[in-house]
């Protein structure tokens, strides 16, 4: 099994601000299957990046993902009020499809 | 529109069983890899199982192998997951989804196992 780490656990920010989250699996993740997702309070996730660095439809252009083997970053450039939230990394590449504990985005 | 709904959550007590369905509109359940995610209260995403697009390929977290059951009807475009010998820890919210890649997710329903 495939576990992701993502640090920072809490990330304290403020609007404006460039955010840079990191996800590190503990071995290669197949094809760069990794995946990063935004989760506010009561809602499903929702699909920012797959394939590691292409953006789902929709997603603002401040939102970048990079990385390749065990390292991913997911980067948001300037900080909007409404990215306050939760995101999760997950690895596709190889069953069971885990995901990272997850880095709270909170303002500062 | 494309979308998936949910259903069959509820209060069960241990060892009871549970049957989840997710109805897709705009979307062929039976074309595409149809996964199923839970998230305990309070905590982070869990992926749970997988059925692949051909449906010959199910894959499942070591802690429902041999309890839950993945599945898919055709002719009702929907998604199910049969949960059997249900433990206090497999309360959560459940959620469907689509291909990964495709950021297509439902709503979730909520499952508690108490007695």
């Known amino acids: 099994e495939i576990v992701l780490t993502q640090s920072p656990g809490t990330l304290s920010l403020s609007p404006g601000e460039r955010a840079t989250l990191s996800c590190r699996a503990s071995q290669t993740v197949w094809s760069s299957r990794l995946a990063w997702f935004q989760q506010k309070p009561g809602q499903a996730p929702r699909l920012l990046i797959y394939?590691?660095?292409s953006r789902a439809t929709g997603i603002p252009d401040r939102f970048s993902g990079s990385g390749s083997g065990t390292d991913f970053t997911l980067t948001i450039s300037r900080l909007e009020p409404e990215d306050f939230a939760v995101y999760y990394c997950?690895?596709?590449?190889?069953?069971?499809?885990?995901f990272g504990r997850g880095t709270k985005l909170e303002i500062k | 529109q494309v979308q998936l709904v949910e259903s069959g959550g509820g209060v069960v007590q241990p060892g009871g069983s549970l049957r989840l369905s997710c109805a897709a509109s705009?979307?062929?359940?039976?074309?595409?890899?149809m996964h199923w995610v839970r998230q305990a209260p309070g905590k982070g995403l869990e992926w749970v199982t997988v059925i692949s697009s051909d449906g010959s390929t199910k894959y499942y977290v070591d802690s429902v192998k041999g309890r839950f059951t993945i599945s898919r009807d055709s002719s009702q475009n929907t998604l199910y997951l049969q949960m059997n010998s249900l433990r206090t820890e497999d309360t959560a919210v459940y959620y469907c989804t689509g291909p990964i890649a495709e950021g297509l997710w439902g709503q979730g329903t909520l499952v508690t196992v108490s007695s």
């Open positions: 394939g590691a660095s």
């Open positions: 705009g979307f062929t359940v039976s074309s595409n890899g």
């Open positions: 997950q690895q596709y590449g190889n069953s069971p499809y885990t």
